[in-house]
């Protein structure tokens, strides 16, 4: 039987498709949990590094296709944090599009909720969680909620939010996130609105953390 002390932390990770209210869940879940041994790591700060790509390639790039994500570090990062051991993730700019200059230093904690809408793609990486939470929300209600995100907290037009949408959100998240539905422990419909589904993984949190001593 493994010691509290020495048992490794547990990775709950939350997807589902773009403005479906994952991070959303995410934050209610962590929010409840403030002072306590739990860390929100997002997979948007691991788009691939472009700085070898001019700002109208970067804007070129379909960023829900999985390869536009370094997952390789994701998992090397999860991995280091799963052996308590501080990482170094990386900051993405959305008006760049691209990393930015700065890291954040994110220390181990006992409990770490990964959300992002490609996180059960990869079989190594979705092997390294222990709870896999997919949310589940109508489309016209996620494209609603991104374009009013997009607009107001990145800096795109509207008609620049409607074509990528059209022609890269709606169809890779029909073929890559979607899919990945069938992998999921627990499906939330309509994201943070579901206080019921919330109130679950709280309590199961907690329970992990009670059984911890913290």
């Avoid at 997979?43 to 109208?56: C, F, G, H, R």
């Avoid at 999985?66 to 993730?89: G, M, N, W």
Wanted: net charge negative; hydrophobic share 40%; charged share 30%.
């Amino acid at each position: 039987m493994t010691d509290a002390t020495t048992a490794k932390p547990i990775v709950i990770g939350v997807t589902g498709g773009t403005a479906s209210g994952k991070t959303t869940v995410s934050h209610a879940i962590f929010d409840h949990f403030a002072d306590d041994s739990v860390l929100l790591l997002a997979q948007d700060a691991y788009y691939n590094d472009q700085s070898d790509m001019t700002i109208e390639q970067r804007r070129a790039v379909n960023y829900d296709h999985p390869l536009a994500f370094d997952t390789p570090r994701l998992i090397a990062d999860l991995k280091k944090l799963l052996h308590y051991q501080a990482v170094e993730v990386p900051v993405y700019d959305y008006k760049i599009l691209n990393r930015s200059d700065k890291v954040i230093v994110q220390q181990p904690r006992d409990v770490i909720i990964l959300e992002g809408i490609l996180i059960l793609d990869d079989p190594k990486l979705r092997d390294l969680m222990d709870i896999k939470v997919f949310v589940d929300t109508d489309d016209d209600v996620r494209v609603i909620r991104r374009i009013q995100r997009d607009i107001r907290e990145r800096g795109r037009t509207l008609d620049n939010v409607i074509d990528q949408y059209l022609t890269t959100v709606k169809p890779m998240y029909h073929q890559f996130v979607e899919p990945t539905k069938r992998y999921a422990d627990l499906i939330v419909p309509e994201g943070g609105q579901n206080q019921v589904a919330i109130d679950l993984l709280v309590t199961k949190v907690r329970a992990i953390l009670t059984a911890r001593g913290k």
